[in-house]
C-alpha cells in the first residue's frame, strides 16, 4: 500500500479522497491554487503545497507544478479526482515517467478512450450498440452532411476530445450543419485543444443511464448497476439517482455485461463508467466512457455499500478486487442533489461571495459530501458546486422524502443556492412518479417562464 497520496485536486472531491486515506492509513498531500489558500482540503490534508496562482491553467491544470509537489512530498502516488488532469494521458505517463502512480486507468486506456469518436469505433467493433453516425471523426463538411443525411435529421455535432457537455451541437436541419459543425468545432478547440468531432443521430427525450464498473490489474471486472443522470440542465447534470425508475433487472443485466464487455475491450483497470442513452423502447446506446471517479458516484456506494474511493487506491497499488459480480447487492435507492452557488432565477448565474451562515441537515439516510464551512469565501474561479446532498431510503419513495425534508433544512446564506430549485424538482409530480428524461428541465424551465 501506498505511504502517501498526493491529492491533485480541489474541493469536496479532495476531501472525499483525503477520508478515504485516512481510513488507509496513508498520509496525504493536498495541493493547492492562490485563491484556495484557505480551503477545506489544503487544512485537513497532512500536508498542503501551493503550486500557483488562481487560473487553472497555472494551478490544478500546470503538469510539472503538481508532479513536483509531489517528489518533493515523497508522495508515491497521485489521485486526480474528477475534472482537471483526471483524464488527461499525458500527464498519467508523466506520472509513470517520475516513478508515481496514477490513481486510475492506464494512459493507454486513456488515450483510447478520451477521444470519443474513436472509442465508439471500439465499441462498435466489440458489439456494444452505439449510436448511428459517424465512423470517427468527420473529415468535411461533404462528409458530414451525407453522414447526417443518412443518420436522419436530428444530430448532434460532438467534440472528439469533449466533456462535461462542452462542444456540443443540435442541428435540425441541412441548413443549421455548416454553422452548428463551426461552432462545435470552435468551441472544441477552446476547451480541449482539439477541433476534432463527430456526428450521431440526436434521441429525442431519452434517458441517460451510466453503469459503473471497476476492474483490478489481474482481469477481475464486476459493475455496481446504474445511475440515471436524465435530469440535466444544458448537458450539465443537476441530480442523479440509483437505481434508475426506467431500468429492470433484465435491462440491469443486459447494461451491465456490455459495459464489462466495453471495459475488457480496453484493457481497463480501476474505476470507470460506460453512458449510454436509453431510448423509449428501452434500447441502449453506447455514448462515451469517463475514465475517472464520477461526481455521482456517492449513490452507488450508498446502494451498494462499495467504496469506490478506497478501491481505486487499493486497485492502484495492485490488489486483487475481492468482490465478484454475484456478492453485489442493491439496497434500497439513492439520490444525489448537486448543491451550487448559482441564482436559478437569473440564468443559473454563479454566485461567488462568503458564506454568513450554514446548516447542513443530518439524520438517518443522508450523507453530505462537501468542502464548505461558514466564513468561507466561494471564489470566481472554479465550478460552483459547493456540496453534494444524498438521500439514501428503503426504496425510491422514502429516499424522495428523505431528500425532500433535507432540502428544507438546508441553509445557506451570504450567496445564493439552488437548493429550492432543487426541492422544486423533488417535488414535482412527473418527477415522483419517474417521468422524465433529458428534456424534462427544459421543459420544466420554459413552463416556469410562462
Known amino acids: 500500500m501506498f505511504r502517501k497520496v498526493l491529492i491533485a485536486n480541489r474541493g469536496e472531491i479532495a476531501v472525499r479522497i483525503i477520508r478515504a486515506c485516512r481510513e488507509l492509513s496513508i498520509r496525504c498531500v493536498a495541493v493547492y491554487s492562490t485563491a484556495d489558500r484557505t480551503s477545506l482540503h489544503a487544512q485537513i490534508a497532512d500536508e498542503a503545497v501551493c503550486i500557483g496562482p488562481a487560473a487553472t491553467k497555472d494551478s490544478y491544470l500546470n503538469m510539472n507544478a503538481i508532479i513536483q509537489a509531489a517528489l518533493n512530498t515523497g508522495a508515491d502516488a497521485i489521485h486526480p479526482g474528477f475534472g482537471f488532469l483526471s483524464e488527461n494521458a499525458e500527464f498519467a505517463k508523466l506520472c509513470e515517467a517520475n516513478g508515481i502512480v496514477f490513481i486510475g486507468p492506464s494512459y493507454k486506456s486513456i488515450e483510447m478512450l478520451g477521444d470519443k469518436a474513436a472509442a465508439k469505433e471500439t465499441m462498435a467493433a466489440a458489439g456494444v450498440p452505439v449510436i448511428p453516425g459517424s465512423k470517427g471523426a468527420v473529415k468535411s463538411l461533404e462528409e458530414a452532411r451525407e453522414i447526417a443525411e443518412n443518420a436522419g435529421y436530428p444530430v448532434l455535432v460532438k467534440a472528439s476530445a469533449g466533456g462535461g457537455g462542452r462542444g456540443i451541437r443540435r442541428v435540425d436541419s441541412p441548413e443549421e450543419l455548416e454553422a452548428q459543425m463551426t461552432a462545435a468545432q470552435q468551441e472544441a478547440k477552446n476547451f480541449f485543444g482539439d477541433d476534432a468531432v463527430y456526428i450521431e443521430k440526436f434521441l429525442i427525450n431519452p434517458h441517460h443511464v451510466e453503469i459503473q464498473i471497476i476492474a483490478d490489474k489481474h482481469g477481475n471486472y464486476i459493475h455496481l448497476c446504474e445511475r440515471d443522470c436524465s435530469m440535466q440542465r444544458r448537458n450539465q447534470k443537476m441530480l442523479e439517482e440509483c437505481p434508475s425508475p426506467i431500468v429492470d433487472e433484465k435491462l440491469r443485466a443486459k447494461m451491465g455485461r456490455a459495459a464489462v464487455t466495453a471495459a475488457k475491450e480496453c484493457g481497463y483497470y480501476n474505476a470507470g463508467t460506460i453512458e449510454f442513452l436509453v431510448d423509449e423502447n428501452r434500447d441502449f446506446y453506447f455514448m462515451e466512457m469517463n475514465t475517472r471517479i464520477q461526481v455521482e458516484h456517492p449513490i452507488t456506494e450508498e446502494v451498494t455499500g462499495f467504496d469506490l474511493v478506497k478501491a481505486q487506491i487499493e486497485i492502484a497499488s495492485g490488489k486483487t478486487l475481492d468482490v465478484k459480480q454475484e456478492d453485489v447487492i442493491m439496497r434500497g435507492h439513492a439520490i444525489e442533489c448537486r448543491?451550487?452557488?448559482?441564482?436559478?432565477?437569473?440564468?443559473?448565474?454563479?454566485?461567488?461571495?462568503?458564506?454568513?451562515?450554514?446548516?447542513?441537515?443530518?439524520?438517518?439516510?443522508?450523507?453530505?459530501?462537501?468542502?464548505?464551512?461558514?466564513?468561507?469565501?466561494?471564489?470566481?474561479?472554479?465550478?460552483?458546486?459547493?456540496?453534494?446532498?444524498?438521500?439514501?431510503?428503503?426504496?425510491?419513495?422514502?429516499?424522495?422524502?428523505?431528500?425532500?425534508?433535507?432540502?428544507?433544512?438546508?441553509?445557506?446564506?451570504?450567496?445564493?443556492?439552488?437548493?429550492?430549485?432543487?426541492?422544486?424538482?423533488?417535488?414535482?409530480?412527473?418527477?415522483?412518479?419517474?417521468?422524465?428524461?433529458?428534456?424534462?428541465?427544459?421543459?420544466?424551465m420554459e413552463e416556469k417562464q410562462k
Open 339 to 444: 448543491i451550487n452557488a448559482e441564482n436559478p432565477e437569473k440564468g443559473f448565474r454563479p454566485s461567488p461571495g462568503t458564506i454568513t451562515a450554514l446548516y447542513m441537515p443530518g439524520g438517518p439516510g443522508i450523507r453530505i459530501d462537501g468542502a464548505v464551512y461558514q466564513g468561507y469565501t466561494i471564489t470566481p474561479y472554479y465550478d460552483s458546486m459547493i456540496s453534494k446532498l444524498i438521500a439514501h431510503g428503503s426504496d425510491r419513495e422514502d429516499a424522495i422524502n428523505k431528500m425532500r425534508w433535507a432540502l428544507s433544512e438546508f441553509i445557506v446564506e451570504g450567496v445564493d443556492t439552488n437548493i429550492d430549485f432543487q426541492l422544486e424538482i423533488i417535488r414535482n409530480s412527473d418527477f415522483k412518479a419517474g417521468k422524465y428524461d433529458i428534456g424534462f428541465l427544459g421543459r420544466f
